[in-house]
């Protein structure tokens, strides 16, 4: 089994049948995640028989499967966080998908699609630990080329916690990611390169 990745003293596993158990109670603990999405949204279409398994027995076959991948932050061995992250080819679907594919000079190694922080510890930095945390579980995979989806709010703009599914603009420039361009109404696409971990 890997090292896990500390990050500001919070532990940082992958997302596999060993973690499943605490991911899942998180998801289950918000509903589901989004409203029951269990992160499953950009990796349709999806099979229609698949689908019969529901939100949380499908988001476990993927598990089982290798076919689904985040960095999930524990405290002690509760999830408190997660970074859902892969290559294109496993999460195909994004918001605005249309024209991000018109604005591509260079597709992705991998994108981050989706962050969740459990409601009792929003507001202390755990969406830049989730990332921080999937950026080093890409960097041990051979690393790449890395997009991000963030809000681009306006400045001085402030929303709830509970509708920003991948951060702020503002959070992954602080995290060294480079802003390319707009993609929808109140999105971007944002960039790094991860080097590879040969430790």
């Known amino acids: 089994m890997a090292t896990p990745i500390t990050i500001d003293g919070y532990r940082v596993e992958p997302l596999t049948p060993a973690t499943w158990p605490a991911y899942a109670d998180l998801a289950e603990k918000h509903n589901g995640v989004w409203g029951g999405c269990w992160c499953l949204w950009f990796h349709q279409p999806l099979d229609p028989e698949e689908r019969k398994l529901g939100g949380r027995g499908l988001k476990e076959k993927y598990v089982l499967e290798d076919r689904t991948h985040a960095a999930v932050v524990l405290e002690g061995e509760q999830a408190i966080a ?41 507001r202390d930095g755990l ?73």
């Open 82 to 122: 997660c970074c859902q992250f892969g290559p294109v080819a496993e999460l195909p679907n994004i918001h605005h998908r249309k024209e991000w594919e018109k604005g591509v000079t260079q597709p992705p190694d991998y994108r981050l699609t989706c962050l969740f922080v459990d409601r009792d510890h929003r």
């Open 127 to 199: 969406a830049a630990v989730a990332v921080r945390g999937a950026l080093g579980l890409i960097a041990r995979a051979g690393g790449g080329r890395v997009e991000a989806y963030p809000h681009d709010l306006p400045e001085g703009k402030k929303t709830s916690a509970s509708f920003l599914y991948n951060s702020t603009r503002t959070m992954y420039e602080r995290l060294g990611f480079t802003y390319d361009r707009p993609k929808g109404k109140g999105n971007c696409v944002m960039w790094t390169v991860v080097a590879a971990d040969e430790g």
